[in-house]
T-cell receptor, first 119, second 112 residues
Framework: AQKITQTQPGMFVQEKEAVTLDCTYDTSDQSYGLFWYKQPSSGEMIFLIY??????QNATEGRYSLNFQKARKSANLVISASQLGDSAMYFCAMREAFPSSGSARQLTFGSGTQLTVLP | DSGVTQTPKHLITATGQRVTLRCSPR?????VYWYQQSLDQGLQFLIQ???????AKGNILERFSAQQFPDLHSELNLSSLELGDSALYFC???????????FGDGTRLSIL
């Protein structure tokens, strides 16, 4: 069974500073994918960044980067130069092994981290 | 805009009733997933369809059912509604296994 752990229920960061949101996972699969999603107070789920278990380089998307440490089973999200609009709930998620059938599989989500950016 | 369309955005109904939530995936995406987000359970996977066929089931109650139609849109049917079914229901879609799932804006269901 998969498990995603986000140990920080809430985080505060000053505007323009960087912040790291923690995520650890537990899986016996060798092939898996890790995702981060942002959920603003309006409720929608916004895809931010993806890391494959076999990717050698850490994923980056603009101000978002994923600090992937496979041996430690961690996939922390780093947001650089925080903006007020970054205030939201952030979810780490994992998808199980790439199936031979080719169809995608469901995500297992962590409990989320509420990030507040202070002016 | 994720390209995934969910209707309605809000739904208020009473216990014992039945509702249908609708989802149109992004153009070209064959997989549709349904998730439930509640305060006590967090985000939980309900069911997945791929090109019209059910592919995986998660924590979906027997009172709930879903289907994916030939045009790839999907419907989630919730019946005999209980207070505990109040939640935000998301639909997501993806084109293939190694691509991210993109979520719709959700349907907020309130049971009175």
């Amino acid at each position: 069974a998969q498990k995603i752990t986000q140990t920080q229920p809430g985080m505060f960061v000053q505007e323009k500073e960087a912040v790291t949101l923690d995520c650890t996972y537990d899986t016996s699969d060798q092939s898996y994918g890790l995702f981060w999603y942002k959920q603003p107070s309006s409720g929608e789920m916004i895809f931010l960044i993806y890391q494959g278990s076999y990717d050698e380089q850490n994923a980056t998307e603009g101000r978002y980067s994923l600090n992937f440490q496979k041996a430690r089973k961690s996939a922390n999200l780093v947001i650089s130069a925080s903006q007020l609009g970054d205030s939201a709930m952030y979810f780490c998620a994992m998808r199980e092994a790439f199936p031979s059938s080719g169809s995608a599989r469901q995500l297992t989500f962590g409990s989320g981290t509420q990030l507040t950016v202070l002016p | 805009d994720s390209g995934v369309t969910q209707t309605p955005k809000h739904l208020i109904t009473a216990t014992g009733q039945r509702v249908t939530l609708r989802c149109s995936p992004r153009s070209g995406d064959l997989s549709v997933y349904w998730y439930q987000q509640s305060l006590d359970q967090g985000l939980q996977f309900l069911i997945q369809y791929y090109n019209g066929e059910e592919r995986a089931k998660g924590n979906i109650l027997e009172r709930f059912s879903a289907q994916q139609f030939p045009d790839l849109h999907s419907e989630l049917n919730l019946s005999s509604l209980e207070l505990g079914d109040s939640a935000l229901y998301f639909c997501a879609s993806s084109v293939e296994a190694n691509q991210p799932q993109h979520f719709g804006d959700g349907t907020r269901l309130s049971i009175l």
